[in-house]
């Protein structure tokens, strides 16, 4: 003789649970059937990632005598650095600012230490989030000076 086991559903002969009951095989078709709605009306609901999901680099290169060379909007800092190079026309050319999903800026200043000989003039790069915020924080590093070039990546 078969006893009802705890769950309420007796046991078959080999020891595994008989039929699931209706009331329990309603709620998994139901589900199934939710779920194969869900997988074909919520690939074309999601919207793509937002553009600031990703990150845009850029930098300026700057010569000695003044002459620059920037990259925008690259998908790494290297590749950032190595376009800003490429640009600047001179062989001397030293990347001062690399940023990312922000703002970069080049100021000169006769009495600072920073890179550069044009006229005694020498060069400090920062970065920030704004184009003003770049250029204040080169100001800052170089206590003064002259904005030469600056540029801003696609925010990300």
């Given at each position: 003789m078969l006893q009802r086991s705890?769950?309420?559903v007796a046991p078959s002969a080999s020891g595994s649970r008989g039929p699931i009951a209706p009331r329990k095989l309603f709620?998994?078709?139901a589900m199934l059937f939710v779920a194969s709605i869900g997988a074909v009306i919520v690939p074309g609901a999601v919207a793509p990632a937002p553009a600031h999901a990703q990150t845009y680099y850029g930098a300026i290169a700057i010569s000695g005598d003044g002459s620059w060379g920037r990259a925008l909007n690259y998908p790494s800092a290297g590749?950032?650095?190595?376009?800003?190079?490429?640009?600047?026309?001179?062989?001397?050319?030293?990347?001062?600012?690399?940023?990312?999903?922000g703002c970069g800026a080049v100021i000169k200043h006769t009495d600072y230490w920073g890179f550069g000989s044009e006229g005694g003039s020498k060069f400090q790069g920062g970065i920030g989030r704004t184009q003003r915020a770049a250029i204040a924080d080169a100001q800052r590093?170089?206590?003064?000076?002259?904005?030469v070039v600056g540029g801003c990546t696609i925010r990300g």
């Open positions: 705890s769950k309420g709620i998994v078709i590749a950032a650095n190595r376009a800003a190079w490429n640009e600047c026309p001179r062989t001397d050319c030293k990347v001062v600012a690399t940023f990312a999903n590093r170089a206590r003064g000076g002259s904005f």
